[in-house]
């Protein structure tokens, strides 16, 4: 409209709290997902580990059930630190899978597309943009990781009493804090990638190579070398060891030399690398992918 008109007037309806404004994100990038019936069908099959791990928590406490099955309820797995931190080691691997699908085309959308300036023009800043797009990620993977993982052991204290509650609720903590940091990695190398490449399929192909290739090459150096600082550049040995640390399972690691025929020659005693070197280690790929995030984010785009 024509400015000399002053027709115009000042928007008065009701405006988005700042704090919460990255969330419009995720809001409809749910939409987005949801839309396809394969990846709801993929997403809903990554509960069913946890139907399993409720069902065993029942039985636990089921004479009945028991009764029916004819099991011995010394032959159920214990409901220990061990058994949690098996299935929070197991939804980990379907969480990758499904950062592998919704990951790497957040970011690489809007640069192909040349998106960006459409939301930095706005009152929204390059942190909220990068905060809307990682909460993609960690709300998606907290609803099948951390979340019902708590759920479950809560239900476990109800069904055991306050006293077990009292000696295993340091567990709470570790739940939480295991899963949250797996999923954050995700959403951060996911984002960093898709930073990086524009195009979904090499994202996604790039993706898997930077949590495979490096496994690889440090299992070739345990195997050589005779040890187990290998693991130091393996994202999920990394992860297994803080996860391990975590539910206070964090033990060295024995192997053995054997000749081409089989035979053993002796036992020898490979430690994995400390706690804290895992955790620096993870550190530094945080602030890797963060800086990647601050660097190719921007309102602009210089082409030479």
């Known amino acids: 409209m024509a400015v000399y008109e002053h027709t115009y007037k000042r928007y008065q ?3 988005t709290p700042e704090w919460s404004r990255f969330l419009i994100i995720p809001r409809h ?4 997902v949801f839309k396809s019936k394969l990846f709801t069908g993929f997403f809903v099959i990554c509960f069913i580990p946890l139907l399993v791990e409720a069902i065993l928590i029942y039985l636990h406490h089921n004479v009945n059930a028991l009764g029916i099955l004819k099991v011995d309820v010394r032959g159920l797995v ?15 691997g379907f969480a990758f899978f499904v950062a592998l699908l919704v990951g790497p085309p957040l970011v690489s959308r809007d640069l192909r597309n040349n998106a960006l300036p459409l939301y930095l023009c706005r009152p929204f800043s390059r942190t909220e943009y990068v905060m809307g797009k990682m909460s993609v990620l960690l709300i998606l993977l907290s609803a099948m990781t951390w979340i019902p993982q708590l759920l479950l052991f809560f239900f476990k204290a109800y069904l055991e009493g306050g006293r077990w509650f009292v000696d295993n609720v340091w567990m709470v903590s570790a739940i939480f804090l295991s899963s949250f940091v797996w999923i954050l990695l ?3 190398l996911s984002q960093a990638v ?3 490449v524009k195009w979904r399929v090499v994202a996604s192909a790039a993706l898997l190579g930077i949590f495979f290739v490096p496994s690889v090459f440090g299992e070739v150096i345990n195997q050589i070398f005779m040890t187990r600082w290998g693991n130091i550049i393996s994202l999920g040995a990394l992860t297994k060891n803080v996860t391990s ?4 399972t964090f033990v060295r690691t024995t192997g053995r030399i054997t000749d081409f025929d089989g035979e053993i020659i002796r036992d020898i005693v490979m430690n994995e690398p400390p706690l804290w070197a895992s955790w620096t280690a993870l550190f530094i790929i945080s602030a890797v992918c963060l800086a ?3 660097n190719r984010v921007k309102a602009y785009e ?3």
């Open 13 to 15: 309806g009701q405006v």
């Open 29 to 32: 990038a749910f939409r987005d």
């Open 78 to 92: 214990p409901i220990d630190a061990f058994f949690f931190q098996t299935f929070v080691n197991l939804q980990g």
């Open 186 to 188: 995700l959403a951060l």
């Open 194 to 196: 898709s930073a990086l």
């Open 245 to 248: 640390g975590l539910f206070g």
């Open 292 to 294: 990647i995030l601050s």
């Open 302 to 304: 210089v082409v030479r």
